[in-house]
């Protein structure tokens, strides 16, 4: 098995219902944090890491997504003759921006299948999954932290990062020891337990190095409510073959497929901005917040 990590897969099938009624008709993913859609910025992330080839698994009512990655030739055709060179060179680099193809899952059945959807792209690959509502703003790519990890282990690796209190119940959760700074060896999931019965305050997010068996693992999983096969049983089957990893990340996420973490999300990343920094740093200044 090849040691490299080439491939990136990104899930981006859901149905967005937390953010209805913005995503009836248009995807979660194309959500803009300040003026890139949410799926642009994991996107950049990958190819930040090394990653060649994206496949995007998409849905009904999701072309957004494929049109948003190619070429607009109409849009760049004005840009050119308005002389607006900065913003065509802006479009352009982003149907440039990688490889991408992209594939349908029929039925949103839990991200579990959303992966299982990349086993033909995948190959005999190991790949990455990236979930786009996770934004991490990290110094160095947070799916290049994990890579690290991936090569010097050669196993597969999953991202994590600390939850205090009753909030870790929304989370899969991992029990693990600690076999260097910020990197564990799991010896178990839970998906989404009650705070007392929590093995740790380590919570599972959207970021996720596999080895290709984990497609035989997914074919092995019973599926749960609704008929979704969750990601976290398969990789609990999985980790009874091979031993699994994962890394807690050094940067800041964003939980962004929430209404509170989507706010959140595009006031630290605005405030972070050179063009706008600034001005929108005295406005919240300004701001009478006892009104």
């Keep these: ?30 959500l803009p944090l300040v003026d890139k859609p949410l799926i642009q910025y994991a996107v950049e992330e990958a190819v930040a890491s090394g990653i060649e080839s ?26 050119k003759e308005r002389g607006k060179d900065e913003m065509f060179a802006q479009v352009r680099a982003v149907s440039d921006i990688a490889k991408i193809s992209y594939t349908r899952q ?13 086993k033909d792209f995948a190959g005999n690959e190991p790949f ?12 160095k790519p947070a799916l290049k932290q994990m890579i690290e990890v991936f090569e010097k282990y050669n196993a597969p690796v999953i991202a994590t990062m600390q939850v ?46 596999f080895t290709p068996d984990i497609f035989e693992a997914i074919e092995q999983t019973t599926p749960g409510s609704g008929g979704e096969i969750q990601i976290t049983d398969a990789m609990r089957l999985l980790l009874k073959k091979r031993p699994f990893y994962a890394v807690k990340l050094e940067g800041t996420r964003h939980d962004a497929g929430d209404k509170l973490g989507f706010l959140i999300a595009t006031v630290e990343l605005a405030l972070k901005r050179e063009d706008l920094g600034d001005e929108f740093r005295n406005y919240l200044k300004s701001l009478d917040l006892n009104a």
């Design 164 to 209: 205090d209190g009753e909030a870790i119940s929304r989370f899969g959760v991992i029990d693990a020891d600690e076999v260097e700074p910020g990197v564990y060896k799991i010896n178990d999931m839970v998906e989404k337990p009650a705070y007392a019965d929590a093995p740790s305050d380590l919570a599972i997010i959207g970021r996720y190095i």
């Design 54 to 79: 994206i496949l995007i698994i998409t849905g009904r009512d999701k072309s957004a997504i494929e049109n948003h990655f190619d070429i607009s030739f109409e849009l760049e055709q004005l840009l």
């Design 128 to 139: 990455a999954a990236l979930l786009a509502d996770d934004i991490v703003d990290s110094e």
């Design 106 to 118: 029929k039925q949103a059945l839990g991200l579990g299948h959303a992966i299982y959807q990349a």
């Design 1 to 30: 098995m090849a040691n490299k990590i080439r491939k990136a897969v990104f899930p981006a099938a859901g149905l967005g219902t937390r953010f209805l009624p913005a995503t009836k008709s248009s995807p979660k993913e194309m």
